[in-house]
């Protein structure tokens, strides 16, 4: 005996009213709404409602996506998207794009890192349609060259965040042009442009004040003219990545002591040029500095530490690999620090041949601390970290001791007898 | 209190404490892998690995490298759980690097996260470091993810030369844009097979690298032949690591065709020449100091077929090879190799002397001198054998002490006896059979 259905009894969209509806699957992913547009035919309103198209995030799907698929959903979104990333979706072109930025005009947030095969002419046509641009990702875009900065700087005068990464063919006056459109930039990303940006930088302390994240990461031609110009003009900056430029020296950091004291983060992997008096300005200064990366800074010594420990309250990650002259007296005093106890989650200190168990010892009072870091420290012992991991339960310590409990079988944990028992 | 205890109380910190530890070995393996790569960056002519059997007491890296001897080791305690956590890993971005057919690619995590946690259910640990790993490799996009995954395949294909997994990602997405690349390429397999030489999926992965190098056209036409021959003296290699390699042997023949079959214009007919008179002379020595590696003397056997087709004078060599032969089995008494290389050799010769005949046979009747010439050839090797067969029963009968001549002439006997049933030759009455 069968029980027939009644049409009205189970339809969602009889239940329930549009507004709640269309909340309900904003909450759903691309493959998820595509699934539901082939339900039936009030289902394939609903989820493909523009509403519901305002982020989308592409990434997952790479390759396969190629130009006629973002074409589509531009054109199915229209005004509602804003937030779009193509992010290593290597097949879309400039065709694509073009298409896009026309249906799109309110797109605000653009990622389009590892899109290799985009060229000058999508920047041009983003220019011309999104004048609502706010963010924009361009990282290893090969292709693009400075023509598409001065698109952008004359067509997208809200641009807050910009990453040109990677991109050879940009060269300083691109990026001066680009300070000069875009006076409201925040995010400056400009990682792996080797022989670039000196001036770059000048440009950007004379027009952009706003800035507030700057990366250089690898701009091995900056010098201490540059870094002192930004200083100077922007003094918002929170976040300052200048690893990768050897040329720098104290100046810089005197500089930043001065002028940039709401440094949070400092990465200056790698500037070998920097001493204990540099840091001791930048300490005494910048109290609310959090995150410090100074791997490869081999001239600091355990006075810097002091400073540090003296200066910074609020330091929670600290990376100090391959500074050679760091002993356990540095990180006695750092162990003493204000921020020791509640702050410090990080502490690197791989490649420092000087450090023995009496700095662990030192740091069993540092109850946030979630990683150390002591790879090649030849004098400690397992036994010092053992200790340490008795008074800090929730601790992982990495170095090259093979780990205590000895790996599970690959094949699975199936009880094995020997031949003698199998047979009694 | 104390974290490490053994009581009921505890057992949920031991498991607590044994998935931390669990995350602390992914770092670590992370960690080597790096410096295993820094290793294969810094240093292009690695030319030699092993893995070091050693416990782990100092905190120093298990990667030993010797810039100034191109020497690379690793030691043996940490082996087991790099191999286990970068195949965890290799295993994921194989999955993910199948193009999914009709499910999406979030369909194809959950399957196999699922799947991960059903192998090892029960096992809290393992399900959430399936998950760690998920998460931490599905932000990479897929050009890094390549290049991860041939990270990945070639720390495991040092360590364990017979994945086959590892080697054909490797032939999916190496893609060798320059000769140097190709031979970068070709250095880390010799590198592998330093260790191991008898790994056929090496072998096989070496051909796949010549042939894709002269797809692509990556070698110069003038530079072929050299380009193969050098191939052929890296295989000296691994032909000296371990007796009798039979993948090296027939990897080397493979080569020698490769070479034989182009035609005027890229290889000239001096050129192979040369090349097969100097691998005729080489062989020679091998043999003369390997006397039972069957293997080299079945690419002599080889070789020899391929010079009689080449136009050489046939008669003179296969003659001169029976009498060296001859000289051995007397010189090294019991070996059988060189026993069945004599027989291979007498099957040449006839089939030789046959195809001469036919040949000769449809242009023009033979005159009766030629055909009495090759009857007399026939005749002239049953008269050696002969010949031999005595000198090594009279032999025996003399000295029926020794073990290696009572085995030769065991050998000798089924030799007559092969003669009899291939060759229809009746040498019974120089020897006294003993059935």
């Known amino acids: 005996k069968t029980r027939v259905c009644m049409e009205e009894e189970g339809l969602i969209n009889q239940k329930l009213p549009k507004e709640l509806l269309l909340r309900i699957f904003s909450y759903l992913d691309v493959p998820a709404l595509c699934r539901c547009a082939q339900v039936s035919k009030p289902w394939n309103l609903l989820a493909l409602d523009g509403s519901n198209w305002q982020k989308i995030d592409l990434f997952n799907f790479q390759t396969d996506i190629e130009g006629a698929v973002v074409e589509n959903i531009a054109r199915r979104s229209g005004g509602f998207l804003k937030k779009l990333s193509l992010r290593g979706c290597q097949s879309v072109g400039d065709n694509a794009m073009k298409t896009f930025s026309e249906q799109c005009p309110n797109i605000e947030v653009l990622n389009l890192e590892e899109c290799k095969q985009i060229t000058d002419a999508t920047c041009i046509s983003l220019s011309r349609n999104g004048r609502k641009l706010q963010r924009l990702d361009l990282a290893s875009c090969s292709n693009i060259t400075d023509e598409s900065l001065k698109a952008l700087s004359e067509g997208c005068p809200n641009l807050t965040h910009i990453n040109i990464s990677w991109c050879d063919n940009i060269s300083e006056k691109g990026v001066g042009l680009l300070a000069r459109g875009c006076p409201k930039l925040r995010h400056f990303i400009a990682k792996g442009r080797m022989f670039v940006d000196n001036e770059s930088a000048i440009h950007l302390a004379t027009q952009c004040p706003l800035l507030e994240v700057v990366n250089f990461n690898y701009a091995a031609a900056l010098t201490d003219e540059a870094i002192q110009r930004l200083a100077q003009n922007c003094l918002n900056i929170h976040y300052l990545c200048i690893s990768g430029c050897p040329n720098l020296t104290d100046a810089t950091l005197l500089a930043l002591a001065q002028y940039c004291h709401k440094l949070t983060t400092f990465e200056a992997a790698g500037c070998s040029q920097f001493t204990d008096n540099g840091f001791q300005a930048l300490a005494r200064n910048c109290h609310y500095l959090e995150k410090m990366d100074l791997e490869d800074c081999v001239l600091i010594t355990d006075n810097t530490l002091t400073y540090l420990a003296a200066g910074c309250p609020r330091l929670e990650q600290l990376t100090l690999s391959h500074c050679e002259l760091i002993t356990d007296d540095g990180i006695r005093q750092l162990g003493m620090a204000p921020c020791a106890a509640e702050h410090l989650t990080v502490l690197e200190l791989d490649n420092c041949p000087l450090i023995t168990d009496a700095s662990l010892e030192h740091l069993v009072s540092c109850h946030n601390l979630q990683r150390i870091e002591l790879y090649d420290c030849q004098l400690i012992t397992r036994a010092g970290i053992r200790r340490l991991r008795n008074h800090l339960p929730n601790i992982s310590v990495h170095a090259y001791f093979a780990p205590m409990t000895p790996p599970p079988p690959v094949g699975g944990s199936r009880q094995r007898y020997c031949r003698c028992c199998v047979i009694l | ?435």
């Open chain 2, 1 to 435: 209190m104390s974290p490490i205890g053994g009581d009921e109380r505890n057992g949920s910190n031991f498991r607590k404490k044994c998935v931390i530890i669990d995350e602390n070995v992914a770092e670590l393996c992370d960690k080597i892998l790096q410096n295993l790569s820094n290793t294969f960056d810094k240093d292009d002519l690695l030319d030699e690995f092993d893995i070091i059997p050693c416990e782990s007491k100092l905190n120093q890296s298990p990667v030993i490298h010797d810039l100034t001897s191109h020497k690379l080791a690793l030691e043996s305690w940490c082996v087991p759980y790099l191999y286990k956590h970068s195949y965890h890993q290799f295993l994921w971005i194989c999955r993910k690097s199948r193009k999914p057919s009709t499910s999406s690619s979030s369909n194809t995590t959950i399957q196999s996260s699922n799947s991960g946690s059903r192998r090892d259910s029960g096992n809290i640990a393992s399900s959430k470091r399936e998950k760690e790993l998920s998460r931490k490799l599905s932000c990479l996009s897929e050009s890094e993810r390549i290049s991860k995954g041939l990270l990945l395949s070639r720390a495991l294909i040092i360590i364990n030369p017979e994945l086959t997994l590892a080697w054909n990602y490797r032939r999916d997405y190496f893609h060798p844009t320059s000769l140097e690349a190709l031979e970068r390429e070709q250095r880390f397999v010799s590198l592998v097979m330093s260790r191991k030489p008898k790994c056929p999926e090496g072998f096989t992965y070496r051909k796949w690298l010549i042939k894709k190098a002269l797809q692509k056209c990556l070698v110069e036409p003038s530079r072929i032949q050299d380009f193969i021959s050098h191939e052929i003296d890296m295989i000296e290699q691994p032909i000296r690591s371990y007796s009798t390699n039979y993948h090296a042997w027939s990897y080397r023949f493979w080569l020698l065709e490769l070479v034989l079959t182009y035609d005027k214009t890229v290889v000239s007919k001096d050129q192979k020449e040369r090349m097969l008179d100097r691998e005729l002379q080489k062989s020679n020595t091998w043999i003369k100091s390997n006397v039972s590696d069957y293997s080299g003397c079945h690419y002599r056997q080889k070789l020899l077929e391929c010079m009689l087709n080449f136009g050489t004078d046939g008669t003179l060599l296969l003659l001169k090879e029976l009498d060296e032969n001859e000289k051995r089995i007397f010189i090294f008494e019991g070996h059988e190799s060189l026993w069945h290389h004599r027989r291979a050799i007498i099957l040449l010769s006839m089939n030789h002397f046959k195809k001469f005949k036919d040949n000769n046979s449809s242009k023009a009747p033979p005159s009766s001198e030629e055909y009495d010439g090759l009857e007399a050839l026939e005749k002239t090797l049953q008269d050696k054998e002969s010949d031999l067969v005595q000198q090594i029963e009279s032999k025996n009968y003399n000295d029926t002490e020794n073990e290696c001549s009572q085995l030769n002439s065991t050998l000798c006997q089924a030799h007559v006896k092969w003669m009899g049933r291939r060759l229809k030759w009746d040498l019974t009455k120089s020897v006294h059979l003993e059935v």
